[in-house]
């Protein structure tokens, strides 16, 4: 296998694995925050007030986990040009 197929693999790989992670932590919160909501409204004898409310505040908090997790995942598989030059350089070198 040539190096641009490997590394074609690996990233294909690792995006696999990075939807795969997000999808099961999505779920996770998902149903912590449903049962949580369920068993917080049985102890308290109000019907659907917490369910709704940790539902509602759990998208937010899927989104900012789920970016988190893809921002992690990705500056680790993505690949890094060894030489980076600083914007000052580039502009100097245009000139």
Same mark, same amino acid.
């Given at each position: 296998?040539?190096?641009?197929?490997?590394?074609?693999?690996?990233?294909? %790989?690792?995006?696999?694995?990075?939807?795969?992670?997000? =999808?099961?932590? @999505? $779920?996770? %919160?998902?149903?912590?925050?449903?049962?949580? =909501?369920?068993?917080?409204?049985?102890? $308290?004898?109000? +019907?659907? %007030?917490? @369910?709704? =409310? $940790?539902?509602?505040?759990?998208?937010?908090? @899927? $989104? %900012?986990?789920?970016?988190?997790?893809?921002? +992690?995942?990705?500056?680790?598989?993505?690949?890094?040009? +060894? +030489?980076?030059?600083?914007?000052?350089?580039?502009?100097?070198?245009?000139?």
């Amino acid at each position: 296998m040539s190096d641009a197929n490997r590394s074609q693999f690996n990233f294909s %790989i690792a995006v696999a694995v990075v939807l795969g992670l997000v =999808g099961c932590l @999505t $779920l996770a %919160i998902l149903f912590a925050a449903l049962f949580g =909501g369920l068993w917080l409204d049985n102890q $308290l004898d109000s +019907k659907p %007030i917490f @369910t709704v =409310g $940790l539902l509602i505040v759990s998208v937010p908090v @899927t $989104l %900012i986990v789920m970016f988190w997790v893809v921002r +992690k995942v990705s500056a680790r598989y993505m690949p890094q040009d +060894k +030489k980076q030059a600083n914007p000052a350089q580039e502009d100097e070198n245009r000139e």
